[in-house]
T-cell receptor, first 116, second 112 residues
């Protein structure tokens, strides 16, 4: 079974500063993928970044980077140069890549508020 | 390229009624998954369809069902609605299992 843990309460960051959102996971799968999604108040889930369990380098996508520490089973999201539009819920998710399925297991999410 | 389209966006139903939600995936995506999001339980996987076949199913009662058509459009149905079924229902389409899922804007269902 897969489990994603996001324990941070609401996070606050000053505009233009960097912020790290924590995510730890537990799985017995040998091959898995880790995802981060952003959910603004409108409700749509927006894909941010992906890390495969066998990827040796940490993933980066523009202002987003994923700090992947496999031994510690953590996949923290780093947002650099925060913008007001980054205020939203952020979800960490994972998927087993060994089977033919697209099921995602999500954490509870973290609320991020960017202050001007 | 059009994104994932879910209809309707909002629904209000009465306990005991049934409801059908629709999802049109991104063109070329054959996998469609459904999720239920509530404040208490968070995001929970309902089921996944691939090429008109249910490939995976979450831990939900039989009142929740779905299907997929030959054009990959999917519908989910909830029968005998309960107050606890009030939630945001999200649909996601995926090109392959190793790629990201793209979500629609969701259908917000309120059961009164």
């Amino acid at each position: 079974a897969q489990k994603i843990t996001q324990t941070q309460p609401g996070m606050f960051v000053q505009e233009k500063e960097a912020v790290t959102l924590d995510c730890t996971y537990d799985t017995s799968d040998q091959s898995y993928g880790l995802f981060w999604y952003k959910q603004p108040s409108s409700g749509e889930m927006i894909f941010l970044i992906y890390q495969g369990s066998y990827d040796e380098q940490n993933a980066t996508e523009g202002r987003y980077s994923l700090n992947f520490q496999k031994a510690r089973k953590s996949a923290n999201l780093v947002i650099s140069a925060s913008q007001l539009g980054d205020s939203a819920m952020y979800f960490c998710a994972m998927r087993d890549l060994t089977g033919a399925n697209s099921k995602l297991t999500f954490g509870k999410g973290i609320t991020l508020s960017v202050r001007p | 390229k059009a994104g994932v389209t879910q209809t309707p966006r909002y629904l209000i139903k009465t306990r005991g009624q049934q409801v059908t939600l629709s999802c049109s995936p991104i063109s070329g995506h054959r996998s469609v998954s459904w999720y239920q999001q509530t404040p208490g339980q968070g995001l929970q996987f309902l089921f996944e369809y691939f090429s008109e076949t249910q490939r995976n199913k979450g831990n939900f009662p039989g009142r929740f069902s779905g299907r997929q058509f030959s054009n990959s459009r999917s519908e989910m149905n909830v029968s005998t609605l309960e107050l606890g079924d009030s939630a945001l229902y999200l649909c996601a389409s995926t090109l392959m299992s190793s790629s990201e899922a793209f979500f629609g804007q969701g259908t917000r269902l309120t059961v009164v």
